[in-house]
């Protein structure tokens, strides 16, 4: 924020469909904070009010109706502009964000720290993200408020009727009984008949998403899960940086988009890739399964009856959990609504939180994650698994000249080269253990931590009591005994003894340590070959328990 932000008076203009609202005299807090309201897309300023809690900062007012703006005339709202010395202009109808004078510059992509008290060190953060559609004019001239857009308004409507109703499932059905009686299946062999299964599969989903259609205006269906997806990205992060810095997370209203036709995001995209791969797939057992019963059946017939088995299987599949995680429902509901899906997390005006982990594995560390040990910690897909078939149409990536590039970068980076594996890709532990390497053979001694003595102070930034390095180590260690075909009651009875340890303290700490490590000794018997990491974890407790 300027040095000057207390004393310098902005004039902001507000322009929808309705009216026109003036501010003639603000404190520049408030003036920006009313430009980050357009990382929204609100249609208009009723909507925008919506929103201010998303914004605010303890810089600027708690209601939005304490700003004191004033219907006006629009010339006379630019003969206002004309002599202020610093204004801030947003058109909402138009999609455009003006500004000028000596206030804070305004990127497309802004983090602004404001401090609502000089004598305060405390820092609210406020993040302005303009969705791609939006023009951004800097530095600009009172007359460019009357000119018409540069370009058009480049965004795009979505008709989720389409892309999750009928048809849908009409096509994907269609695709699927017409592939199937193309096929004489009773020659292939059990392998031919799966491989061919999934030839097809990858060639129905492309082909849904790649076809144009009347309904969707001569678009493909794959034009209507690009445009958005990083600016989406950037709004729910900005939203978590806010969390980070002590604000509440804050959804968009429920009602915020009653058509349901606004942007997807990565997030949904994701969901979408995985309903609809789950449709095909689930469609061909179907069709195995009722083979004879619908033998007699024309195909139109088919048709009618294995649509409505879609219908049914996605009904299902979008109120189930989805990979360990909560239910795609539920996280495209927190997408579209803006906010980050954080374990345990439960925001305000959602009825079921964004995120779960299930631990039903062997691992310290998400005991310790589910304990609440490491704060929040919010969750997102990369959509990394979208590229696994090779497919433009499946891709993050919005044009192909971009998916090309991608792929040529990949290749010059890990093409045809293993050594980004590294030295210590493979464990090797069996062999190890069979050929009786001493221990110098052994190092270093994990695979995937950092050695202690490279790590500043010895320990990983913000974990004093070591409890998080000791975690690492014993997840590793925990793979590698099942590596060794340990029993599961060697693994669980090593994992309680240090979930006890951890949670101790004073004299049962040092009693329940022992224990963790006695534990630890006795592995090194069966398993000769762990006995250098054994040791290094027993150091590390006797370690962490001086430093208590």
Known sequence: MNDSAQ????????????????????????????????????????????????????????????????????????ETLRGAPAWVAIDLTSKRL??????IPLEPDSFINTNPDEESDDEWLLVIHLPPWWELHADAYVGAILQPRESKIPKRVINRNVLYGTPLWLDLATRLIDADE??????????????????????????????????????????????SISWLDKVIEGQGHRFDRGAPLT?????????????????????YFALCRTLVTTGWAVLNEKREDWASRNRDEKIALLTTDLANIQSGWMNSNYDDDVAPKIVIEYEQRRVPRGQGLTVDGFDKPGAIHETNCDCPICEMMNDGLFGTGFISYDGYNLEMDNEFAFSMYETREE?????????????????WLGDDSDDGLEDEADEGLDDDDLKPVWTGIQPRDELPGGQLPGDSSGQLLMAFMLSELTGNLQGNNASQLEIDLLNQAFKAMRKSSGQDRSQLAASFKNKLEELTVKYPALTPKIADLQSMIDESGRNL
């Not at 609100?42 to 929103?51: G, K, L």
């Not at 003006?98 to 206030?103: A, R």
């Not at 915020?256 to 942007?263: E, I, K």
Request: with cysteine; net charge negative.
């Open 403 to 419: 998916w090309e590039r991608g792929h040529m970068a990949y290749e010059d980076d890990f093409g045809m080269s293993d050594d």
């Open 7 to 78: 004393n310098l008076n902005v004039s902001v203009l507000i322009i929808d469909h309705k009216q026109c609202l003036l501010a003639d005299s603000i404190q520049e807090d408030w003036a920006i904070t009313i430009a980050a309201l357009a990382s929204e897309d609100p249609e208009d300023w009723a909507a925008a009010t919506r929103v201010w809690p998303r914004y605010r900062t303890p810089a600027v007012c708690q209601d939005s109706s304490e700003i004191p703006f004033e219907v006006v005339d629009l010339a006379d709202a630019i």
């Open 182 to 227: 193309q096929q004489d299946w009773m020659s292939y062999t059990a392998k031919s008949f799966t491989e061919k299964q999934h030839q097809l599969t990858i060639e129905i989903h492309r082909d849904w998403l790649m076809a144009p259609r009347e309904d969707l205006g001569g678009r493909m269906p794959r034009e209507l899960l690009h445009g």
């Open 98 to 103: 003006f500004y000028t004078g000596d206030i």
């Open 251 to 271: 959804g968009l209203p429920k009602d915020w988009d009653p058509a349901n036709t606004g942007p997807v995001g990565r997030s949904e995209m994701c969901m």
